[in-house]
């Protein structure tokens, strides 16, 4: 995966976007200060969104951010919602506040943790699988029809980590930890999240909705808390991973992305009208990734579907579109 090409910028794409963007509600989750998702919410609320709801599971952060955002465009409506994705129940409450509530333009699953040592949920999910993926796929489904009413966005923030690995359809909660390993773990949860898009606009499309994932780009947020005591060691244990794996990132340098270059592509799949024709696609700096470039367990109908059908599985609920 070889990118040459200058990336896009956020701030620019907001000023193209900024008739789309006026008006619209936008429901993204993980906005703590400093991280992706707020960076996002700073920029586009320039472009005077009508309803900012900003999703998380630490009150005080998101009045942190909510506080940040007023500051920048005290004109657009803001409102937090409780959400913590390690928790099913939590998942269920934030859904339905949101079916009380207004349509919803796009939605950013943009939450995540990354790495660290072995975690269930109350809900018996090993952390990452549960955290990224299984509580979006559940929170997505359980609001879609306020998207679909709107003929919506859904924008999952995978990860270029989906090269770590596969689902695991046999292992998916690495027997009790016995096999788990942090990066497979993050792999597996940004591989599902990949599928999932593809699935949800293969099922959902013809009523209109597109669904997307992404690779927002790289940038030290608080997603390396698990490897900050030794970030430099951690890195260049994941650099020889990834000549283990044998890829291509393991055998170049390793370039990190300005925020706003991070941020381009949640831009992007959120408002790019064009974007349209490539509904289920995985986008990388702003544009899709080309299926030679994408990893085989990432890709294909059959998969997708046997995604689909563990993730009900384990959210314990069918979603029959
Ligand atoms: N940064 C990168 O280089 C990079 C690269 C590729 C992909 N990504 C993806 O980009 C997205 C944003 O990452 P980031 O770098 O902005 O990370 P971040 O700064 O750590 O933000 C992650 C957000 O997710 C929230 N979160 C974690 N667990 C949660 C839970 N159980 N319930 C609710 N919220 C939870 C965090 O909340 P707390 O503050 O409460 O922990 C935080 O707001 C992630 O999906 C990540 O995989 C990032």
Known sequence: MTETSPKANAVDLVTKYADIIKGKTILVTGVSPGGLGAFFLETIIKANPGLLILAGRNRSKGEEEAKKLSEINPDVELRLLDLDLASYASVRKAAEVVNAGPNIDVLVNNAALMAGPYRKTEDGNENQFQSNHL?????????????????GRVVNVSSDGCRYGRVRYYDYNFHDGESYHQWIAYGQSKTAQILFSAELARRLGKRGLL???IHPGSIWTNLGQSIK???????????AMDRQLGNEVGWRDFRFDSPMEAIATHVYASFDPDVKEHNGAFLRYCKPCPPEDMHVWTLGELEARKCWDLSEKLVGQKFEY
Not at 135 to 151: D, G, P, R
Not at 229 to 239: K, N, R, T, V
């Open 211 to 213: 669904s997307l994932s």
């Open 229 to 239: 005591d030794d970030h430099e060691a951690s890195l260049e244990a994941l650099h």
């Open 135 to 151: 509580s979006h796929f559940l929170f997505t489904n359980l609001i879609i029809e306020k998207v679909l009413a709107v003929n």
